[in-house]
């Protein structure tokens, strides 16, 4: 066996435990994407779907993005999985209503 093959068997042995280790690392958190509005706000939830997908997500937003519109672009955040997704600010960082992100 050479050096690249010994070393790519000790790599497949330890790759489980290094992600494990990511995954545990990693779990609480925050994730963030963007994402652009497909139905503005209605008082409880907005549409929102990822680039390239015609998938709509129906999701809570903060209250700052109420005005938000159609077609905007809204950054979405999330901990542990996408079913906690909310819409946080708008896509330039803005809370919306004139106030500045505290990123």
């Known amino acids: 066996m050479n ?3 010994e070393a790519l068997k000790i790599w497949k042995y330890l790759e489980p ?3 494990k280790k990511i ?3 990693t779990a609480n958190t925050v994730r ?3 994402f652009t509005v497909a139905s503005a706000p ?8 990822e680039a390239g997908s015609s998938t709509v997500i129906h999701i809570p937003y903060v209250s700052t993005l109420s005005e938000v519109t159609a077609g905007a672009t809204v950054w979405c955040e999330w901990v542990y999985g996408m079913s906690n997704l909310i819409a946080v600010s ?7 209503s004139g106030q500045q992100s505290t990123e």
């Open 42 to 49: 209605n008082g409880t939830t907005m549409g929102v779907k």
């Open 90 to 96: 708008t896509g330039s960082g803005q809370q919306g």
């Open 32 to 34: 963030r994407k963007k």
């Open 3 to 5: 050096a690249q093959e």
């Open 17 to 19: 435990m290094v992600e």
């Open 23 to 25: 995954q545990e690392t």
